[in-house]
């Protein structure tokens, strides 16, 4: 049998939480610096030891709830009965409301943990909200990082120039869709068809091979066999599908290869635009922040998590146009063409591929890149989150579509948020790379590690001598401040035959340099 945990730790629970109740009893002026130093730290005590004890590990809904007030309520005959015989002191007057508070406090932690694991549960292919997730190419490489961005929001770049027509169509024998989408669905939007008949040779499309729907429900769309249609569009937004990935990964399954889907979504930037458009300035501002905080902040959070999809069943996220790329590039779509009408922006993509196995897409504040070490062993790089998630699925896209400048750095990465230009600038977002300094992964001055895609752009002879010497946190860059990829590929080479030789003293020569540059000639990318 297993034993029981009702042992020395409850009774510390309980101690904590009389000192809880005491403190809020004998002042309640939160604006007091002693004040609020001892609730936080009763309170971070008190969950601690909750957590030790498993108070919040019992199976079903209602067990744990009634766990949780037994033992409240336990605690409280306790010290009443302390009371009574004058062994504490404690007030009467606020007591027994302090009880309920701290129990229904303890229930709200109690069902947004198991919220959180139950929809984590259901959503185990298609979301992670780690603290930590992994991603094989994402975020910044050494030099590919360097690079200038012009504006705080900046739009996805399209390389549209053809109309498209699906490959090896045999639509010719059927009604094409051009005139049933003009005449049933599109006749009160001619700026949305204009754009789809620009953007896409509906003359090739069979009627019978396409469904347009305004729906976020996948009961729609699960009933039709698997590569049966050429052409998909739902007019309803995708911010308010409780699983987004789930419904573009059912889609990618009922379409044709290089068939065409069109999906549409609210972005942040024309969430913002609403906000500021509907309300004064500055209350705008004002309920975007709130905004932001319930439905991009808290989806991310495990502990708040459960309690958001409860509440809003997934409706209304605020997803960034970055993020709706990437999920389309992770169920296995390409871009063909977007743009927006009614504050909606609309994606037209092609089947390209089939859905990426990979469970988890990076999503948390910290991010685990995969990366290639000495002698070609693949480590793990530990960084911020700059960028906005599932990034990493548009490396491809974004060499393509951006390419590179001067010294190897992308024209105008979207990729990058706000908040992680000023990471970067400052490089907050290495710091969590101390780590790999400490289990030797990496050392101070070296060669930084690359991601197997820009490795593959190195020439052979500069790939070996690589992945000879291990990488490192300082790179020559700073030493030689190269201006294009062919300097950078010398600067690398220069110093790694240098370190083979004397690796101590090219190391200390390369960090003083380096750091002459940086804090003395300011060097920083242009």
């Known amino acids: 049998m297993k034993k029981s945990k009702f042992d020395l730790t409850y009774i510390i629970d309980a101690i904590f939480l009389y000192l809880i109740m005491n403190q809020f009893q004998r002042n309640f002026n939160i604006f007091e610096i002693d004040f609020r130093s001892n609730i936080i730290i009763f309170t971070c005590l008190w969950l601690l030891i909750s957590v030790l004890i498993s108070k919040f590990k019992t199976r079903g809904i209602y067990n744990g709830i009634l766990k949780i007030f037994f033992f409240n309520f336990i605690i409280y005959l306790f010290f009443i009965t302390l009371r009574s015989f004058h062994f504490v002191s404690i007030p009467s007057l ?204 808290f989806p991310k959070l495990p502990l708040f998590q459960g309690w958001y999809y409860l509440l809003t069943h997934g409706r209304d996220r605020a997803l960034p146009e970055t993020e709706i790329l990437g999920r389309l590039v992770f169920c296995g779509f390409d871009l063909i063409n977007k743009d927006e009408f009614d504050g909606m922006m609309f994606f037209v993509v092609k089947k390209a591929h089939k859905p990426l196995n990979d469970s988890n897409p990076s999503y948390g504040p910290l991010i685990k890149l995969k990366r290639i070490g000495k002698n070609g062993k693949l480590i793990n790089i530990y960084k911020l989150r700059t960028m906005h998630p599932y990034s990493e699925y548009l490396q491809d896209y974004v060499y393509r579509v951006c390419n590179l400048k001067e010294g190897g750095k992308f024209r105008n990465d979207f990729r990058v948020t706000f908040w992680g230009k000023i990471f970067r600038k400052m490089w907050i977002d290495e710091l969590p790379q101390f780590w790999n300094l400490l289990k030797g992964d990496v050392k101070l001055v070296g060669v930084r590690a690359l991601s197997k895609h820009y490795f593959s752009l190195y020439p052979k002879n500069m790939q070996e001598l690589r992945i000879r010497v291990k990488p490192g946190l300082i790179p020559p860059f700073y030493v030689d401040l190269p201006e294009t990829f062919d300097e950078i590929l010398e600067s690398e080479r220069r110093y790694t035959l240098k370190y083979l030789k004397h690796p101590i003293l090219t190391d200390i020569e390369y960090f003083f340099k380096a750091m002459w540059n940086i804090f003395i000639r300011k060097a920083r990318s242009q």
Do not use: M
Not at 132 to 138: D, G, H, L, Q, V
Not at 237 to 263: G, H, S
């Open 94 to 297: 606020r007591f027994p409301a302090i009880v309920v508070i701290v129990t229904l406090f303890e229930t709200s932690l109690y069902l947004g943990k198991l919220f959180a694991l139950k929809f984590k549960k259901e959503n185990l292919t298609f979301a992670d909200t780690s603290l930590i997730t992994k991603a094989s190419e994402s975020d910044c490489d050494p030099f590919f990082k360097w690079h200038e961005i012009k504006q705080a929001n900046q739009k996805i770049p399209v390389k549209f120039s053809n109309q498209y027509s699906i490959p090896k169509n045999d639509s010719s024998l059927h009604e094409p869709i051009i005139i049933p989408l003009w005449q049933r669905y599109l006749g009160e939007y001619p700026s949305l068809f204009r754009f789809l008949n620009d953007t896409v040779d509906l003359l090739s499309i069979s009627h019978t091979k396409a469904f347009v729907i305004n729906s976020t429900t996948l009961y729609n769309i699960q009933n039709f066999e698997p590569e049966s249609l050429q052409f998909f569009l739902n007019l309803h937004k995708i911010n308010d599908l409780l699983r987004i990935n789930e419904y573009l990964i059912q889609i990618n399954n009922i379409l044709e290869q290089d068939a065409i889907c069109v999906v549409c979504a609210q972005t942040i930037s024309q969430r913002w635009n609403h906000h500021l458009r509907k309300y004064r300035k500055l209350f705008g501002i004002l309920l975007y922040f709130f905004d932001f905080i319930f439905h991009r902040v």
